[in-house]
């Protein structure tokens, strides 16, 4: 597998304090990449320095082996980069397919076009994505009174507008149910394979990490301490000491015999 | 010592709360499960009149708390710990703790800082720091910890567990227990059944706003019907 | 140099009561998040109040005295407002707000020209402080050194009470999450009214104790106005020590101006602003506010969708009803008519960029005004045929709304405001102080339309094709990629530059659009009158534009051009009265805290209770 982002020695201080301090590593192709670790590990402030929405302090980015360091977050869209955030960011005021086109007349740069009615452009294309995530029927909605699991879906379809080939997801089910968590993350492994793209998310729900990472990276106090397979970061000592906790929780919750954070 | 009785809430034409009827007792540790949108926060606001039942009624140790304003709610004891943490940033530890200060009640052992920081070390050790500069975990707790500043008679924890690393979620447990031995009545409101089971004595399902099981976690456990109906575990 | 150092001091002690005003804006901001454009109005009364006081009380301790009274009173006044106008709107838009608080303005205007009568008094010197003292030689009044000697007091003691006390921690807390605080027993609306008290009281003390050097007169409300959002933005809002700081600033580098560049004192206030802020774009000891800090209030504006055509044929016939008015009607209501498109295109140009962009612009007279004056100028020195001057008066708003867009689109939500504000007093101080070319107070006259378009009816039909075009063009923008664009820019920026759309730059686009059309509206304006006057950049124009807006709806397309109609039709009619300061001012805050939503909103609204009508798009 070809690597696509290669991010070596990433870091960021705040007034001094570093939040993320020589953090390496890389996405393959087609690889579905978890990031984990505590609140406050650096995740976000990652998240925000590969797609431009802070400059790092030190360390380079690079996508498809082109640098891409300190660009604004729309020039690295356009690259072909396509991200979620943690509290959703749709535009209220439009309806659910608005949402999409408007980022449908973005990738055609059709954003200064003072002529058209931009409620009957790329409509169809716009459609076609809402029937990938599933909600075709809430095409005319309007976003603001959308639940939050269907606004979670809802920005998956606007990162895939303009065909990404990579998407950056920032705890994507977050404030999900349970059910909901599963079937958002089995939809963007989906995708992800057939399209033969890469995903790189960050995640609190370790059923939901478990279940679909190809790999895992561990963060902590903006340093990575572990990385590799799903087997390898479960028996981490390091990790369980620091985020995943000795599965007292789980275990005593489940009641089951094997009790390897084997939860339902 | 709460009685809920028929409370209906509404946002907008949207029937949030249909009829929910539950009690606590004195002393006791309930929990409120139910999937995302069932109405849990929704009722721990209610409770607190941060929005307003359209009907039905929810009495605390005999007073009405229906039109009353948040601020009296409060007043009579009821500590809210929301959500989203909801800290005041700029502020210090010690200053976010002053904001939650309230006078002792009788036959009510105060809470001081000292004894707060007894259960929570991590905030002494950062009392004079900022709230922005603590981490998520560091965040909750302080929530908590402020809450109980106020010398509650009951506590309403909403969904603490959120968002939160499981190692944390594992210590927030240790301290409800902790919380649970002063003689402290909680309500929690949880999805994370593993963490409710851990810390309550008795579970409330809700859905769609309708109270489906009020019972023991053991006769839930009897009845993975009921679990896999509305919790979606 | 002792000449500098005197002035040095005079300045210092013009700070003393600019400190106190500016102090009282910038906590009520931080606590309310009202920008209480009433403010100026609480430190005039505190001037009257603190003189009528010092008529009945004697001596130096009935001066003193008088002074603190003065600030109670205010600070009681204050309490009314907050309580009658305020408490039943904190939960409407934001920025709705603002028009309440201008329609304390007018109220409280009319009430002092009935309380104290239409004559400028002279403030009474203060007993025991009457004389000078020489300092190297130079005069400098004791009473001077008496202000500059207070004001740190005041400064400490503010300090303290917000960072050492109790209800300093409540008070900061409330600033960042009002609901929270209620939710932990604090009875937060008693708090509002605390800092409104204080807020209020210290404009109060501001008015009373600036007396013995400046007296008191109807119009100091606007004129300190200006001057206070200056030093609340240099300092950063919110920050006392640089209310302080800019305070000193602006009043030191005024009593130079006024020595050396007696010509230049309005403009060199902004200009020093303007240089401050493109350093420092949050004040010199601002913090930077985040986009969306506090949160969007109210409900989000529902999905727009192109007007039905039963809706565009009935415009279309209330267009052709409109055409018929000359044959009907006296010309007397052809030129209210006019009017009425003037101020309704420059009503839809504000709306464009404050609706739909989210870009809450305090100084848009300055487009109109400058379109109005590009035209004047053209006709007085260049002799330009009328068509001509005709379209380049738009050019010159476009060209100065890229430069101001291009200063203030660097900021955001109460520092876009204010900046915009600030530069469109620049250019009407530029204007009223270039006596020799733009006729400074008194205006350009003998501007008149080509003999084609000479009589009232003619040019009727004229200003319909131009200014209800210019409505359409704008309606048809909003529904355009671009419009789109605008919106989201304003939804989440976040999201929008995220995919793609680079926000500043529709944005900037969006407002040199704006100014340009609000340039044509001036154009129209100054041919259908036949000449300009300062008036027309003011504040208060711009503040007309804001109310009708509001009015209208905001969230609305329309709701800029319905309420710019209403607000002219009543005014016209009012205006026949004495105190129609008083009673416009009490309509504008019944229409706000009944109708919040709007003109357009609160029609919508009814006809969604009404069994028909339901699909109405507005």
């Known amino acids: ?264 | 010592m709460l009685e809920l009785e028929s409370v209906n809430t509404y946002y907008g034409k949207a029937h949030i709360l249909n009829d929910l009827s539950f009690t606590l007792n004195e002393g006791e540790v309930v929990s409120l499960l139910g999937r995302n949108g069932a109405g849990k926060t929704t009722t721990v606001k209610s409770i607190m009149q941060l929005v307003k039942p359209a009907t039905g009624s929810i009495v605390f140790d005999g007073n009405h708390l229906n039109r009353l304003a948040p601020h009296q709610v409060a007043r009579l004891g009821i500590g809210y710990v929301p959500e989203e943490r909801r800290i005041f940033t700029d502020l210090t530890i010690l200053e976010n703790l002053e904001v939650g200060r309230q006078a002792p009640r009788d036959g009510l052992e105060p809470w001081t800082v000292e004894s707060l920081f007894k259960i929570f070390p991590n905030l002494e050790e950062r009392q004079n720091n900022r709230g922005k500069a603590l981490s998520g975990g560091e965040q909750q707790m302080l929530t908590i910890a402020r809450t109980l500043m106020g010398n509650p008679r009951l506590l309403l924890l909403d969904e603490p567990s959120e968002g939160i690393a499981p190692v944390i979620v594992e210590q927030m447990a240790a301290t409800i227990m902790q919380i649970k031995e002063s003689g402290l009545p909680v309500l929690l409101s949880e999805q994370n059944l593993h963490f409710a089971r851990l810390v309550a004595d008795r579970a409330i399902i809700i859905e769609s706003g309708e109270k489906k099981y009020d019972g023991s976690f053991a006769e839930l456990e009897a009845n993975p019907s009921i679990r896999d109906a509305y919790l979606s575990v | 140099m002792g000449l500098i150092f005197a002035q040095l001091l005079t300045g210092l002690a013009n700070a003393a009561a600019l400190f106190l005003v500016a102090s009282g804006l910038s906590l009520i901001f931080g606590v309310t998040r009202i920008v209480n454009f009433s403010h100026g109005s609480f430190y005039m009364l505190g001037a009257f109040i603190g003189y009528s006081l010092m008529q009945v009380l004697p001596g130096a301790i009935g001066f003193w005295s008088s002074v603190l009274l003065a600030g109670v009173a205010v600070g009681i006044i204050g309490v009314i407002v907050e309580i009658l106008v305020l408490r039943p709107v904190y939960k409407a838009p934001e920025l709705f707000q603002l028009v309440a608080t201008f329609g304390v303005i007018l109220v409280i205007q009319d009430l002092a020209l009935l309380i104290w009568g239409a004559e400028d008094v002279l403030g009474p010197r203060a007993p025991g402080l009457k004389g000078i003292v020489r300092i190297m030689g130079e005069p400098v009044p004791k009473f001077d050194l008496a202000l500059i000697a207070i004001t740190p007091f005041v400064l400490f003691a503010l300090w303290y009470l917000l960072t050492k006390t109790r209800v300093g921690i409540l008070v900061r807390a409330a600033t960042q999450d009002r609901e929270m605080v209620g939710a932990l027993g604090v009875n937060q609306a008693w708090l509002f009214t605390g800092v409104f008290f204080l807020g209020a009281a210290l404009a109060g003390l501001g008015g009373a104790i600036q007396l013995p050097k400046g007296g008191a007169d109807l119009l100091m409300d606007f004129t300190i106005l200006a001057s206070i959002f200056v030093v609340v933005v240099i300092g950063g809002m919110g920050s006392l020590p640089g209310a302080y700081i800019a305070a000193v600033l602006i009043s030191v580098l005024n009593v130079f101006g006024v020595s050396y560049l007696p010509q230049s004192t309005l403009v060199l206030m902004f200009v020093v602003m303007a240089v401050v802020l493109t350093i420092r774009p949050y004040g010199l000891l601002g913090r930077e506010e985040k986009a969306g800090e506090h949160g969007q209030v109210g409900e989000p504006e529902l999905p727009i969708k192109p007007a039905s055509l039963t809706i565009r044929l009935l415009v279309l016939a209330l267009i052709a009803l409109l055409a018929c008015l000359p044959f009907v009607a006296p010309s007397f209501f052809t030129i209210l008519a006019t009017d009425v498109i003037v101020f309704c295109l420059f009503a839809a140009s504000l709306h464009f960029i404050l609706g739909l962009g989210g870009l809450v612009s305090f100084g848009h007279a300055a487009f109109f005004g400058t379109g109005a004056y590009v035209a004047a100028l053209l006709v007085t020195y260049v002799g330009t045929p009328m068509e001509l001057a005709f379209l380049l008066a738009p050019v010159g708003a476009f060209l100065l709304a890229i430069i101001i867009g291009w200063l203030c689109l660097r900021l955001s939500g109460v520092y876009f405001a204010m900046l915009t504000l600030a530069l469109a007093q620049l250019v009407w101080s530029l204007v009223f102080q270039w006596d020799d070319f733009t006729g400074g107070d008194d205006g350009l006259v003998d501007i008149w339309p080509s003999a084609w378009l000479r009589d009232t009816t003619s040019y009727f039909y004229f200003t319909m094709v131009i200014g209800i075009g210019g409505i359409l063009f704008l309606r048809h923008l909003a529904h355009s990629p671009f419009g789109y664009a605008l919106r989201a820019s304003r939804d989440s920026a976040r999201q929008a530059e995220a995919t793609g759309i680079h926000t500043k730059r529709i944005q900037w686009v969006s407002f040199a659009i704006a100014g340009a059309l609000a340039g044509v509206a001036g154009a129209l304006f100054v041919f259908s009158k036949g000449s300009v006057f300062p008036v027309e950049l003011e504040i208060a124009k711009s503040f007309d534009g804001l109310i009708v807006v509001f009015l209208g709806g905001v969230k609305t397309l329309s709701g800029g051009v319905v309420g710019a109609a209403a607000l002219t039709l009543v005014q016209d009619y009012i205006t026949r009265f004495e105190y129609w300061r008083l009673a416009l001012g009490l309509l504008i805050i019944l229409v706000v805290i009944i109708a919040p939503n709007g003109i357009v909103g609160s029609l919508r609204k009814l006809a969604h209770w009404l069994p028909f009508g339901r699909s109405k798009s507005t």
């Open chain 1, 1 to 264: 597998m070809t690597s696509i982002l290669q991010v070596t020695g990433l870091t960021k201080h705040f007034d001094g304090l570093a939040a993320v301090s020589d953090v390496s590593f890389e996405v393959k192709r087609g690889e579905l990449l978890a990031l984990i670790g505590p609140n406050g590990a650096g995740k976000t402030t990652c998240f925000n320095m590969l797609m431009g929405q802070l400059k790092p302090t030190a360390g380079k980015v690079e996508f498809n082996g082109r640098d891409i360091t300190g660009l604004p977050p729309r020039k690295v869209w356009r690259l072909g980069i396509g991200r979620t955030f943690q509290i959703t960011g749709t535009y209220p005021s439009m309806t659910v397919v608005e949402n999409i086109q408007m980022a449908l007349l973005s990738h055609h740069r059709r954003l200064f076009d003072f002529k058209s009615y931009a409620h009957l452009e790329y409509k169809k294309e716009a459609i076609n994505l809402l029937e990938l995530v599933g909600m075709p029927e809430q095409a005319e909605r309007a976003c603001a009174i959308l639940a939050y699991g269907d606004l979670k879906r809802l920005e998956l379809a606007i990162a895939l507008a303009h065909e990404p080939s990579l998407l950056l997801m920032d705890e994507p089910t977050a404030g999900m149910a349970p059910r909901e968590r599963i079937a958002l993350m089995q939809l963007t492994a989906d995708i992800v394979e057939q399209r033969n793209i890469s995903a790189l998310f960050t995640e609190h729900d370790m059923d939901v990490v478990f279940a679909h990472a190809h790999r895992i990276i561990v963060l902590n106090r903006g340093e990575v301490i572990a990385s590799g397979s799903v087997e390898q970061i479960r028996n981490d000592a390091q990790v369980r000491e620091v985020y995943l906790g000795g599965g007292t929780l789980y275990q005593s919750a489940d009641g089951s015999a094997d009790g390897e954070h084997s939860h339902a």
